[in-house]
């Protein structure tokens, strides 16, 4: 069954659709040129990709094997496939600079097509780079080309169907081409839910959610999304991989790990095979106020190791409550606090008796319930935060996120480094803001909102800041990512996390899969 739910094309400049662009608000405005100034930033418009560097035969050779339709060489595409949406991306696009835009975009249809686009790319030494949904934030989708005759993006849209369901094992299996939209419609029919809903869901495809080990904002009901795989294929330069054929082994090593948050550079997923759940009947959201960020986080940890998580979970810390509601006395009065979001899915009965034990914990742990506004305020604006990052960038407001991970004892610790490190780079009038929304029953991840006001150079003035926040968090003992991968701009710190023999490994395995190296080069691997 293939999706018939349309989802739009990204803007080569934006976040998001163009029809969802957004200005900033007019109650944000003064709020906005008080704490950092407006300018206009307006972008280049027109900027056109450098002239492709495949030739007639290699490009023929190709079309042979996909179709003539399915080669694309235009700008306008070329453009649409150049590198992900993390700020630095946008502000390149923005200046115009599509320097990393691909030579073609390739559109195979089916495991058979993409390993034989794999070996004509390993024949003629031509850079791959596998694209889902271009949601990228870490520098995953800009592969470096030298050393190489040319650079493809291999567009997995095509690849868009629901190929089994089975109702017996509550399981299904998707193609890697599939924007989460599309793959929650067609599980719709059967009944039953993915769970997995990121901030990019409405763009991500599932394949990304595969190579990244993405987490979505219902992690705590759900689970992470490479929890979910059970099975996987795969197209590698040397051959085929078909991984899970049972619930659980003790066959070896997890070699589905390989591929779980490979970031393509092992191979291309061309299915995937995840549990599902039944569709909930019912929802809620609701809110919660805390004296502090601590205090929160001791009663979202009490719940975790108390097996009584609900479906979502989310703590804002002070700064960013403050900032989130227009009226901060609505959460508890002049002495501010944190608002946390807790949210049920499942049966009317589950939903109830699931509320109703974790409002007693929380009662009892001195939380102040706010009612559902706050829930429902979040649910409903929950994948638009980027929308606002680029009228903030288009007033020359830097914004950026980082997000990391570490067990309870270290929580403090890494949040108060983190927030030094951030301030201390970017300087006077930066604004940090922070928020749990994943939580275990041995530690949770901290997600970092940055502002501040743009530099002559921002591209350099985030990359300080990141640099100044990773070195804090390798020095914290934390991962220097929770769940927007590695890709080019998380790599200087990763052998500092996996150490010189987890490199080696790396390296290793990509020497068996890619011995040629075509699959984004110079991504992830140190």
């Known amino acids: 069954m293939t999706s018939q739910t349309p989802v739009a094309e990204m803007h080569p400049q934006r976040w998001g659709a163009p029809e969802s662009a957004t200005v900033l608000p007019d109650s944000a405005r003064a709020l906005v040129d008080l704490a950092f100034g407006l300018q206009d930033h307006p972008a280049v418009v027109g900027a056109t990709p450098p002239p492709a560097a495949l030739d007639d035969d290699?490009?023929?050779?190709?079309?042979?094997?996909?179709?003539?339709?399915?080669?694309?060489?235009?700008?306008?595409?070329?453009?649409?496939?150049?590198?992900?949406?993390?700020?630095?991306?946008?502000?390149?696009?923005?200046?115009?600079?599509?320097?990393?835009?691909?030579?073609?975009?390739?559109?195979?249809?089916?495991?058979?097509?993409?390993?034989?686009?794999?070996?004509?790319?390993?024949?003629?030494?031509?850079?791959?780079?596998?694209?889902?949904?271009?949601?990228?934030?870490?520098?995953?989708?800009?592969?470096?080309?030298?050393?190489?005759?040319?650079?493809?993006?291999?567009?997995?849209?095509?690849?868009?169907?629901?190929?089994?369901?089975?109702?017996?094992?509550?399981?299904?299996?998707?193609?890697p081409g599939l924007r989460g939209p599309e793959a929650e419609a067609l599980l719709a029919g059967h009944g039953v839910t993915l769970g997995h809903y990121p901030q990019s869901f409405e763009h991500a495809s599932i394949g990304g959610f595969a190579a990244t080990r993405s987490s979505g904002q219902s992690s705590a009901g759900y689970g992470r999304f490479d929890a979910m795989v059970v099975g996987?294929?795969?197209?590698?330069?040397?051959?085929?991989?078909?991984?899970?054929?049972?619930?659980?082994?003790?066959?070896?090593?997890?070699?589905?790990?390989?591929?779980?948050?490979?970031?393509?550079?092992?191979?291309?997923?061309?299915?995937?095979?995840?549990?599902?759940?039944?569709?909930?009947?019912?929802?809620?959201?609701?809110?919660?106020?805390?004296?502090?960020?601590?205090?929160?986080?001791?009663?979202?940890?009490?719940?975790?190791?108390?097996?009584?998580?609900?479906?979502?979970?989310?703590?804002?810390?002070?700064?960013?409550?403050a900032i989130n509601l227009a009226d901060p006395s609505s959460i508890g009065g002049a002495g501010g606090g944190c608002l946390m979001i807790t949210g049920y899915e499942g049966t009317i009965e589950q939903v109830e008796a699931r509320r109703a034990a974790v409002t007693a914990v929380l009662t009892d742990l001195g939380g102040t319930p706010l009612g559902n506004e706050p829930g429902q305020a979040w649910a409903h604006g929950r994948f638009g935060a980027p929308y606002l990052r680029d009228a903030l960038l288009d007033h020359g407001v830097l914004v950026e996120t980082l997000e990391t991970a570490t067990f309870w004892s270290g929580r403090q610790r890494l949040y108060d480094d983190v927030r030094a490190a951030l301030t201390s780079s970017l300087g006077e009038g930066s604004l940090v803001l922070c928020h749990v929304s994943h939580v275990y029953e041995t530690g949770c991840s901290l997600y970092f909102t940055v502002a501040a006001r743009q530099g002559d150079d921002p591209i350099a003035q985030w990359q300080a800041a990141k640099a100044a926040a990773s070195d804090a968090i390798v020095a914290a003992g934390a991962t220097i990512t929770h769940h927007h991968a590695v890709g080019t701009d998380h790599q200087p710190w990763l052998d500092r996390e996996i150490g010189e023999v987890g490199v080696r490994v790396l390296r290793a395995v990509k020497a068996e899969l890619d011995p040629v190296g075509i699959l984004n080069p110079g991504i992830l691997i140190p």
């Not at 493809?152 to 190929?163: G, I, P, T």
């Open 232 to 321: 996987l294929e795969a197209a590698t330069p040397t051959g085929p991989l078909s991984l899970g054929s049972s619930p659980a082994n003790a066959a070896g090593p997890d070699l589905r790990q390989l591929l779980l948050g490979s970031e393509g550079a092992f191979g291309v997923i061309t299915s995937v095979t995840v549990r599902v759940c039944k569709a909930p009947a019912e929802t809620s959201y609701e809110g919660w106020r805390w004296p502090s960020f601590a205090a929160g986080s001791d009663a979202m940890r009490t719940l975790a190791q108390a097996g009584l998580l609900p479906t979502v979970i989310r703590l804002s810390d002070e700064s960013e409550t």
């Open 58 to 175: 290699l490009l023929g050779a190709l079309r042979a094997l996909v179709g003539d339709e399915n080669v694309l060489v235009d700008d306008a595409t070329r453009a649409l496939r150049t590198r992900g949406k993390s700020t630095p991306d946008l502000l390149r696009a923005r200046a115009g600079d599509l320097t990393d835009a691909p030579d073609a975009v390739v559109r195979p249809d089916g495991h058979d097509e993409v390993a034989a686009v794999l070996a004509w790319a390993g024949e003629h030494r031509v850079a791959v780079v596998p694209f889902g949904g271009g949601t990228c934030v870490t520098g995953g989708l800009a592969a470096r080309r030298d050393g190489f005759a040319g650079l493809v993006s291999l567009d997995l849209v095509r690849m868009k169907r629901l190929l089994a369901v089975d109702e017996v094992s509550m399981t299904a299996t998707l193609e």
